[in-house]
């Protein structure tokens, strides 16, 4: 292992300026590619470098010719969860919660094209799990479509298999309900102005960016492992 000493101007960076170093990430948000260049792996000696094998490392990198400290984990397996191989992933933008908004109402419509026209059945704790490009994904519902999904629970347990050609005062207050709701989701898909087919296209996307950011994580982990010790002033 290489051991150097971090020096400004000549001298030993005193650890005073170093305290004063941003915390910021050496990789870029949507795919964690290395951006900037790193010089080394600052020791702490009260923080994380006692043997246990289990802590992070202080990364000093530079950006656009600017200082920064990265604190990240030693080991992949202690990255956030959406970086971690094999973990589910839960999209990180609106890509999962649209799709599945949109599934939702055209399975609502009479549709059967993603879920064969069960999504509503699948939903638990508020997401659904799917798998895509490999990568079990979860899918979080929407305010809107978990309302939509009560009233056509509540209302299928009053019709409870009974012909609905004289309905109810209670079947009619659940309709109102079903109307409401999908009025409501509705307005969110005509907004969004994509079916759940183009939908699914944007969520696809967005797991094969993570995919590829689960590669490069692990890459630059491999790589800050091989960088030189940084030692620092009093």
Excluded at 17 to 26: A, E, G
Excluded at 165 to 170: E, F, Q
Aim: hydrophobic residues 40%.
């Amino acid at each position: 292992m290489t051991i150097k000493v971090l020096s400004v101007n000549g001298r030993r960076m005193p650890k005073a300026i170093y305290t004063q170093l941003p915390r910021r990430s050496l990789l870029a948000e949507d795919d964690c590619s290395v951006q900037g260049r790193a010089w080394g792996i600052v020791l702490e000696q009260k923080c994380c470098h006692g043997g246990l094998g289990r802590g992070h490392w202080h990364v000093l990198h530079e950006i656009d010719g600017e200082l920064a400290i990265w604190n990240v984990p030693k080991r992949v397996q202690d990255a956030e969860a959406n970086l971690r191989p094999g973990a589910p992933y839960e999209p990180r933008s609106h890509a999962g919660t649209d799709f599945l908004d949109a599934c939702g109402l055209e399975t609502h419509l009479g549709g059967n094209d993603f879920f064969q026209g069960k999504v509503f059945d699948l939903i638990r704790d508020g997401e659904v799990a799917a798998t895509v490009e490999d990568v079990k994904v979860l899918l979080p519902c929407s305010a809107e479509l978990q309302d939509l999904r009560e009233a056509r629970k509540q209302r299928a347990s009053v019709a409870g298999g009974h012909s609905t050609l004289w309905p109810t005062a209670a079947s009619q207050r659940y309709d109102a309900h079903i109307e409401r709701a999908e009025t409501k989701l509705r307005a969110h898909y005509q907004q969004r102005g994509k079916d759940a087919r183009e939908l699914y296209t944007d969520l696809v996307t967005d797991v094969r960016l993570t995919k590829q950011a689960r590669v490069n994580y692990s890459a630059a982990l491999d790589m800050i492992a091989q960088l030189p010790q940084l030692f620092l002033g009093a």
